[in-house]
C-alpha cells in the first residue's frame, strides 16, 4: 500500500500553486493523497505569515498533528512556505515534532529531504538565498483540483519594499521564469484539458524585467493567447507602479485575456502611501483605473486595502473610502494592519488603536456592501459568458463569468469544461442566478 500525504495549505494563489506542485512531487514519488491528516504518513503544512493569523494558526495545527506519532511514529511532518522562511530553527524549537522544513526558494529538494528524515535526520533546509538550480521546480508537473483552470506561477518574489510586508524577505527577490518554461507548462495544461491559464507572482507586472534578455509581460500574455486550446488568461497580482499602456493595451487586444483585474490599492492617503513605500500617489492610481475602464471593455477590478496603517487620521482613511467610492470595486480584501517582525512599519510611531482599526474597518465594509449590490444588480438581464468548471448536484452547474463572477445555472455535466452563453436571472454580490442560452465551444 503506497503511503499516503495530506497537505494544509494558508495564505495566498501562490502558496496554493506551490502546493499543487509539491503535490505532484509527492505522486512521483509514489505517495497517494490521504482522506485526512489522521491517515496521512506526510502531513505538510505549506504556511503563510502575511498577519499574525497565520502564524497562530501554523503553530496550533502543529500541535494537533503531533498526536500523529503516537498512532505512527514513523510519520513525517513537514513545514514549507513563507513562515518557514522567515522562522527557520526558531519554529522547530517551539514545535521540536516537525521533521521537514523548506520553502518556496527549495521545494525541488523535497525528495532527498523526505530521504534524509526516513534516515532519522532532522531535515531541515532554509536558505538565505534561492538556489542555483531552483528551476528544477518546474520539471515537477502540478496537481490540481480543478481540471478546466490552472494557476501557473511566472516569477517569483519581489524587489518592492513596502515598508509592511515581509514577501521580500520570505519570498526574495523578483526571479522571472523563461518564456518557454512558462509555454511549456501551458501547452501541458491545455492537453491535459486545461482552458484557464491563471498566470501568478507576487508581482506579475514586473515578469521578464530580470531575464538575460529582458521581455516585456504583455508580450508573454500575446504569446500566451497564440498557444491552441487557451481560451481564458487572467493574472494575479499586479502592482498599479508597473501597471504599463502597454500591459493595459493588451488586455483590450487580447481575446483571450479575461475583464478582471486585481489591483491593490491599500491606501487613499498620498501621505500613508509614501509612508508604505508603495510608489504611487491617489492621483497616479486613478489615472491608471481610468485608463483601464477606458479601453478594457467592461473592466471589473478588485483591491487589497490596509485600514489602520501606523499615523492613519481620519482625514487619510476618508481618502482611501473616496477612492472606493470613486473607482466602484467588484470586491474588496481588507485587512487590519497587522505589524509583521522584521519591518519598518511595525517599528513607526503612532500605532493605530485595534478598537479604531475596528471601527473604520465597518464603516469600509458597509460601503462597500452598498456598492457591490449596486454592481450585482447591472448584471440582471445581461448575457455572459460562463466557463462552466463545476457539477454541484444532479443538474445544477457552477462556472465563472469573464469578469470572475460566479454563476449558477441548469445543465448536465456534458457542459463541464466548456464555455456556454447564459443569461442572468438575479444577481447578489456573490453569485449569478442565470439561464442556458446555448454552447459557444
Ligand atoms: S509589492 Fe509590496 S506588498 Fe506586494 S509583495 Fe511586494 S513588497 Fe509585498
Redesign the pocket.
Known amino acids: 500500500m503506497g503511503r499516503k500525504f495530506f497537505i494544509k495549505t494558508f495564505g495566498c494563489q501562490m502558496n496554493f500553486n506551490d502546493s499543487e506542485r509539491i503535490r505532484g512531487i509527492l505522486r512521483t514519488l509514489g505517495y497517494e493523497p490521504a482522506r485526512s491528516w489522521e491517515e496521512a504518513d506526510l502531513i505538510l503544512i505549506n504556511t503563510c505569515t502575511i498577519r499574525e493569523k497565520p502564524d497562530q494558526k501554523v503553530l496550533s495545527h502543529l500541535g494537533e498533528y503531533r498526536k500523529i506519532k503516537e498512532k505512527n511514529p514513523k510519520a513525517l511532518i513537514a513545514v514549507a512556505g513563507c513562515l518557514a522562511q522567515r522562522m527557520g530553527w526558531e519554529l522547530v524549537k517551539k514545535a521540536p515534532v516537525i521533521d521537514i522544513m523548506f520553502s518556496s526558494f527549495n521545494m525541488h529538494q523535497l525528495p532527498e529531504l523526505i530521504n534524509q528524515a526516513q534516515a532519522g535526520y532532522k531535515a531541515i533546509a532554509i536558505l538565505e538565498e534561492p538556489p542555483e538550480d531552483e528551476d528544477k521546480v518546474w520539471e515537477f508537473p502540478t496537481e490540481r483540483d480543478n481540471p478546466y483552470c490552472a494557476y501557473v506561477t511566472i516569477i517569483k518574489g519581489?524587489d518592492?519594499?513596502?515598508t509592511?510586508?515581509v514577501?521580500?524577505k520570505t519570498r526574495g527577490r523578483e526571479r522571472s521564469r523563461s518564456m518557454e518554461s512558462i509555454l511549456e507548462e501551458v501547452r501541458r495544461l491545455v492537453d491535459e484539458g486545461v482552458r484557464e491559464i491563471h498566470l501568478l507572482g507576487?508581482?506579475v507586472t514586473a515578469w521578464g524585467r530580470d531575464l538575460e534578455k529582458p521581455v516585456p509581460f504583455s508580450e508573454l500574455l500575446y504569446e500566451i493567447s497564440k498557444v491552441d486550446g487557451v481560451e481564458r488568461i487572467r493574472f494575479t497580482?499586479g502592482?498599479p507602479k508597473d501597471l504599463t499602456d502597454d500591459i493595459i493595451d493588451a488586455m483590450a487586444d487580447i481575446p483571450q485575456v479575461c475583464n478582471a483585474l486585481h489591483l491593490?490599492v491599500q491606501s487613499g492617503s498620498d501621505r500613508i502611501l509614501s509612508l508604505m513605500d508603495?510608489g504611487y500617489t491617489k492621483e497616479f492610481y486613478l489615472e491608471r483605473v481610468e485608463k483601464l475602464k477606458e479601453k478594457v471593455k467592461g473592466i471589473a477590478l478588485s483591491t487589497d486595502i490596509i485600514v489602520g496603517f501606523p499615523t492613519e487620521t481620519e482625514e487619510d482613511f476618508e481618502e482611501t473610502l473616496d477612492v472606493v467610492r470613486k473607482v466602484r470595486y467588484e470586491q474588496i480584501f481588507s485587512f487590519k494592519f497587522s505589524p509583521r517582525p522584521g519591518t519598518p512599519a511595525a517599528e513607526m510611531e503612532g500605532q493605530v488603536p485595534d478598537e479604531v482599526k475596528t471601527e473604520r474597518m465597518t464603516r469600509l465594509l458597509e460601503l462597500q456592501k452598498g456598492i457591490m449590490s449596486e454592481i450585482a444588480k447591472t448584471y440582471e438581464g445581461t448575457v455572459q459568458e460562463v466557463l462552466v468548471e463545476e457539477a454541484r448536484d444532479e443538474g445544477t452547474l457552477v462556472g465563472r463569468t469573464t469578469t470572475n463572477r460566479w454563476v449558477t445555472l441548469e445543465g448536465d455535466r456534458s457542459l463541464l469544461g466548456k464555455i456556454v452563453k447564459v443569461k442572468v436571472k438575479k444577481a447578489s454580490p456573490f453569485n449569478l442566478d442565470a439561464e442556458l442560452l446555448e454552447v459557444v465551444r
Request: aromatic residues 8%; glycine residues 0%.
Open positions: 519581489c518592492k519594499r513596502c509592511y510586508c514577501v521580500p507576487q508581482n497580482t502592482h491593490p508603495r
